[in-house]
């Protein structure tokens, strides 16, 4: 997980967190409030950029996380990591279109930290290899939501509820002076 390090945060304040589903053609955002240990849901949807030219997709992903960022001021933003690709020019799109969300969330200062599919998947659901079914329907349980919301969606959700559960064990850690992975 790349970790962009700031000032220490005190998370027992409300946080919001971006999470971002990067896609060359549809990109999914999800938007939740973390507040101590309960997430609201604020808002989740997608960004779809079809018959323009690449160029064109990636301005229209970079000005409409630039509109949620300004409309929401999140203070965290959390992305799914590249998995490999059998296509390597769909993976290439796929790195450019998670570029321009990382330097969009960048440009907001904001926290940002990347996380593996499987993590996500074992986060919300409890199980690495979850269908997208089983990820969608967590996603609405988790945040009590009345339907449920398009893939895309639901994995942007599914991926800022997993960076706020990162967050509060990070600072439940940094209450008992544990460490993962040390001993003192």
Same mark, same amino acid.
């Given at each position: 997980?790349? @970790?962009? +390090?700031? @000032? ?12 971002? %589903?990067?896609?060359? !053609? ?10 101590? /240990? ?7 949807? !997608? ?9 064109? +997709? ?11 960022? #300004? %409309? ?13 690709? =059998? ?13 321009? *969300? ?5 440009? *907001?200062?904001?926290?940002? !930290?990347?996380? /593996?599919? +499987?993590?996500?998947? #074992? ?7 979850? /269908?997208?079914?089983?990820? #969608?329907?967590?996603? $609405?349980?988790?945040?009590?939501? @009345? !339907?449920?919301? /398009?893939? %895309? *969606?639901? %994995?942007?959700? *599914? =991926?800022? =509820?997993?960076?706020?559960?990162? $967050? ?13 992975? $040390? $001993?003192?």
């Amino acid at each position: 997980m790349l @970790n962009h +390090r700031v @000032n220490a945060i005190d998370y027992s304040k409300n946080r919001i967190i971006l999470g971002i %589903d990067p896609g060359s !053609c549809i990109t999914g955002y999800g938007l939740i409030q973390m507040e101590g /240990s309960e997430l609201n849901y604020l808002d989740s949807g !997608c960004i779809k950029v079809v018959n323009v030219a690449f160029s064109e +997709r990636l301005e229209k992903i970079f000005t409409g996380l630039q509109k949620l960022l #300004q %409309d929401y001021t999140p203070h965290e933003a959390a992305i799914e990591q590249v998995f490999m690709h =059998i296509n390597p020019h769909a993976a290439l799109k796929l790195g450019q279109a998670r570029g321009v *969300a990382l330097v969009a969330a960048a440009l *907001a200062k904001l926290r940002i !930290c990347e996380y /593996s599919a +499987r993590q996500v998947k #074992q986060s919300v659901v409890g199980y690495g290899a979850a /269908s997208k079914q089983q990820v #969608q329907h967590m996603v $609405r349980v988790l945040l009590h939501l @009345n !339907c449920t919301p /398009s893939v %895309d *969606a639901a %994995d942007a959700l *599914a =991926i800022a =509820i997993c960076h706020a559960q990162a $967050r509060q064990s990070e600072q439940l850690g940094a209450k008992t002076g544990f460490r993962r992975g $040390r $001993r003192r």
